[in-house]
């Protein structure tokens, strides 16, 4: 193993080292070399702002892509745009649930610095994302760019809030956490597909319709580059495939009835089959928008960043890591993560460096030109300087809390305290499985790491 780092060789064995690449449109597979430690690209020339175009799954589990290592899963679309960009081994949801974790991206900032984050996830028509808070939306329509959200929201209802009152121009998709797939009945119990703020009407099964109109837009003449925020709502459940209409009209009656909680958790239905036609479903979804995109003329000069809203549950597929979506160690908050570039940015790389939501936020806002909000600092840091000229990115703490449990990660190093109080302190560059706990051997690097924590916790809104 000389000229391999602990590191490095931990990331390609526990990710699933690509070996292989599928042809595009998911045809037959062919050999391909093995990816790389990433490199900044040398003597890259200068180009114009970047089109953006950021994917969310929802609740895809970090080893759920063929990509990552799943093997049972295949995903020949989502491990193509890996083959072409650089897969992240080491990157963080900002949250463990949904609605926090797009406060994250949205905002750069850590959920608890506004209230509506501290909903975990959003369940009332009270919390929201306020429309006054800069977005990377406002941000980059400030910078010139056209803005759209397609798909899951999740960051508040109407009448007060929505994503053309937060710097979206254009918004087609749910307001809410989850929806039946084909009536559209959602988790307030009501019809949940929007146009702007009009209800529109389309029954079918969901993830064709977001994904037609997503074609739609980047298939468009555009005069200005533009920001797409694509979400999907695969694989989150119920866990339900175009083929399962049947299954979807039971659950949207007992949504009817009043049990719409209970129907749309789905615990008497489901699969790790099903879960697995949902995840190549979503695969399926992404390569028609990227085959759109190529079409278009646009792909050299549009950066895609894939990723998931936090980990997975129930059927993911997570290996080697413990816990699931909600909870702080690994499972629940790793995520697979994809970023592509061809005009800046070589494919068949692989990066260790640990990353989170928020730094996307700022890491776009950087490559577009647009400027954050000096009153609304942000909490995530650039990577523009590391992808584009391979400068360190600087020690930083990656930070989460959420109710119950609370980690801090410094280099390799992770502190977690779990839900009934107990501090453990884990090695995630030799036990990524987080079950060898430090606490007692290093005590001094334990209490450091928790005052860090609690440095950072001052600063937030308390939980009510």
């Given at each position: 193993?000389?000229?391999?780092?602990?590191?490095?060789?931990?990331?390609?064995?526990?990710?699933?080292?690509?070996?292989?690449?599928?042809?595009?449109?998911?045809?037959?597979?062919?050999?391909?070399?093995?990816?790389?430690?990433?490199?900044?690209?040398?003597?890259?020339?200068?180009?114009?702002?970047?089109?953006?175009?950021?994917?969310?799954?929802?609740?895809?589990?970090?080893?759920?892509?063929?990509?990552?290592?799943?093997?049972?899963?295949?995903?020949?679309?989502?491990?193509?745009?890996?083959?072409?960009?650089?897969?992240?081994?080491?990157?963080?949801s900002g949250s463990a649930t949904c609605s926090p974790t797009r406060f994250s991206l949205y905002t750069g900032r850590f959920p608890g610095r506004t209230r509506g984050g501290l909903a975990e996830p959003i369940a009332s028509r009270s919390q929201g994302l306020e429309p006054n808070h800069p977005t990377l939306a406002s941000l980059l329509k400030k910078a010139g760019y056209a803005t759209a959200l397609i798909g899951k929201w999740h960051c508040g209802w109407l009448p007060d809030y929505s994503p053309t009152r937060s710097g979206w121009d254009e918004f087609f998709g749910n307001f809410g956490g989850a929806l039946e797939y084909f009536s559209k009945l959602g988790q307030l119990g009501d019809y949940d597909l929007y146009e702007g703020d009009a209800t529109y009407q389309?029954?079918?099964?969901?993830?064709?319709?977001?994904?037609?109109?997503?074609?739609?837009?980047?298939?468009?003449?555009?005069?200005?580059?533009?920001?797409?925020?694509?979400?999907?709502?695969?694989?989150?459940?119920?866990?339900?495939?175009?083929?399962?209409?049947?299954?979807?009209?039971?659950?949207?009656?007992?949504?009817?009835?009043?049990?719409?909680?209970?129907?749309?958790?789905?615990?008497?239905?489901?699969?790790?089959?099903?879960?697995?036609?949902?995840?190549?479903?979503?695969?399926?979804?992404?390569?028609?928008?990227?085959?759109?995109?190529?079409?278009?003329?646009?792909?050299?000069?549009?950066?895609?960043?894939?990723?998931?809203?936090?980990?997975?549950?129930?059927?993911?597929?997570?290996?080697?890591?413990?816990?699931?979506?909600?909870?702080?160690?690994?499972?629940?908050?790793?995520?697979?993560?994809?970023?592509?570039?061809?005009?800046?940015?070589?494919?068949?790389?692989?990066?260790?460096?640990?990353?989170?939501?928020?730094?996307?936020?700022?890491?776009?806002?950087?490559?577009?030109?647009?400027?954050?909000?000096?009153?609304?600092?942000?909490?995530?840091?650039?990577?523009?300087?590391?992808?584009?000229?391979?400068?360190?990115?600087?020690?930083?703490?990656?930070?989460?809390?959420?109710?119950?449990?609370?980690?801090?990660?410094?280099?390799?190093?992770?502190?977690?305290?779990?839900?009934?109080?107990?501090?453990?302190?884990?090695?995630?560059?030799?036990?990524?499985?987080?079950?060898?706990?430090?606490?007692?051997?290093?005590?001094?690097?334990?209490?450091?790491?928790?005052?860090?924590?609690?440095?950072?916790?001052?600063?937030?809104?308390?939980?009510?």
């Amino acid at each position: 193993m000389s000229g391999i780092s602990r590191r490095t060789f931990t990331g390609l064995v526990g990710g699933g080292a690509v070996t292989t690449v599928a042809r595009a449109e998911g045809t037959a597979e062919a050999a391909a070399p093995a990816e790389r430690p990433f490199r900044a690209r040398a003597h890259a020339r200068p180009g114009g702002r970047p089109n953006i175009l950021f994917v969310f799954a929802d609740d895809l589990g970090w080893a759920d892509l063929s990509a990552y290592g799943s093997p049972h899963i295949r995903t020949p679309n989502l491990d193509r745009l890996a083959a072409q960009g650089v897969r992240f081994t080491d990157a963080y949801s900002g949250s463990a649930t949904c609605s926090p974790t797009r406060f994250s991206l949205y905002t750069g900032r850590f959920p608890g610095r506004t209230r509506g984050g501290l909903a975990e996830p959003i369940a009332s028509r009270s919390q929201g994302l306020e429309p006054n808070h800069p977005t990377l939306a406002s941000l980059l329509k400030k910078a010139g760019y056209a803005t759209a959200l397609i798909g899951k929201w999740h960051c508040g209802w109407l009448p007060d809030y929505s994503p053309t009152r937060s710097g979206w121009d254009e918004f087609f998709g749910n307001f809410g956490g989850a929806l039946e797939y084909f009536s559209k009945l959602g988790q307030l119990g009501d019809y949940d597909l929007y146009e702007g703020d009009a209800t529109y009407q389309d029954l079918r099964y969901y993830t064709t319709v977001l994904t037609e109109r997503a074609v739609e837009y980047v298939g468009r003449r555009h005069e200005r580059p533009w920001l797409l925020n694509l979400n999907f709502t695969t694989p989150h459940w119920p866990w339900l495939t175009e083929d399962d209409a049947e299954t979807g009209a039971e659950i949207a009656a007992k949504i009817r009835d009043g049990d719409v909680l209970g129907a749309l958790l789905h615990t008497d239905g489901g699969s790790v089959e099903k879960y697995t036609e949902m995840v190549q479903s979503l695969d399926a979804a992404v390569g028609r928008v990227l085959a759109a995109l190529r079409r278009s003329g646009q792909e050299e000069n549009t950066v895609v960043v894939f990723s998931s809203d936090n980990g997975g549950e129930r059927f993911s597929y997570q290996w080697p890591l413990s816990g699931e979506k909600s909870s702080l160690l690994e499972g629940g908050i790793r995520v697979p993560t994809i970023v592509r570039w061809p005009d800046r940015i070589d494919g068949r790389q692989v990066s260790h460096v640990p990353v989170y939501t928020p730094d996307w936020t700022a890491t776009l806002l950087e490559l577009a030109g647009g400027r954050p909000d000096p009153a609304y600092p942000l909490d995530g840091h650039s990577l523009a300087g590391y992808l584009l000229h391979g400068k360190e990115v600087p020690e930083r703490d990656l930070f989460w809390r959420v109710r119950g449990n609370r980690a801090l990660r410094r280099g390799d190093f992770k502190y977690y305290r779990d839900a009934d109080g107990g501090d453990h302190l884990f090695d995630l560059a030799a036990d990524a499985r987080e079950q060898a706990d430090l606490a007692h051997d290093r005590p001094r690097l334990l209490a450091e790491l928790k005052a860090a924590w609690e440095k950072v916790d001052a600063t937030l809104l308390p939980y009510e």
